[in-house]
């Protein structure tokens, strides 16, 4: 593999380590990428203000947040895909009597609603992703005509217990399993792999010349949209059935050594 110029980079079982952390061992790697001209991009499902929180130490000129949903360029967003109103609508609605506990984010490009009663573990789950928050009495006064992204937290198995639920309300959206607990709702074009199609235009860098690292469903089509596509070592079975290569678990910080490797 040649040193790509441009790499997309997933965050959750992927960069950070236990606790949410990125690697000390990062930081130097990414210095190289950009001496070498390599732009690295986190891209992840936390929203745009949290991912900058995150890098504050030494922020990436680039980001895909949202799950490919909100793409940002130094300094300013150069991509948003928001969704249809009336499906959100109707899916914040029906919430109300679903057959399982579910907690809803509406997600604009630079903050999202919660409703203001949420219990604390669940506000604290939150805030691991969403930095930017506003809390509503009720989701139904959130801008929902600027919503990019809707993310629910679901109480029990999200697979198993709700993601049917959720595809049968809203068939012309796109419902991805984002983790155990987590599912986002999108607009069909919008995914990783879409959001990194875009931006390798935007700088000008053919596909063969990106790379990706994933570790889950919801990176299935980031992966299929690189030129070379990196499984972690502690990947979903489909993730890794369509890579090019699996690397290190996050654990052993994989992600990290191949990038190394790449700038070596």
Partial sequence: MHT??????????TLLITGGDIPNSFW?????????????APASGRQLATLRDMFAQDAPDTFIAENGAVVWHRGEIVSTTPM????????VEALEDAPFTAYAVVCAPEVCFTREDLPAEISEEINNYYHSRKELASLIDAPLNATVKLALYIQGDAETEALDWVKGRVPELRVLLSSKHWIDIMRPDADKGRALE???????????DTAAFGDYLNDLGMLQAAGHAV????AHDDVKAIADEVCGTVAEEGAVAKLREWLA
Avoid: F, S
């Fill in 4 to 13: 790509p110029r441009l790499v997309a980079l997933d965050m959750d079982g």
């Fill in 28 to 40: 130097p790697v990414l210095a190289e990428a950009r001496e070498q001209g390599v732009t690295i």
């Fill in 84 to 91: 249809p109103e009336a499906p959100v609508r109707r899916l």
């Fill in 198 to 208: 875009a931006l390798a235009e935007t700088l000008g860098i053919n596909a063969a």
């Fill in 231 to 234: 499984a972690m070592g502690n």
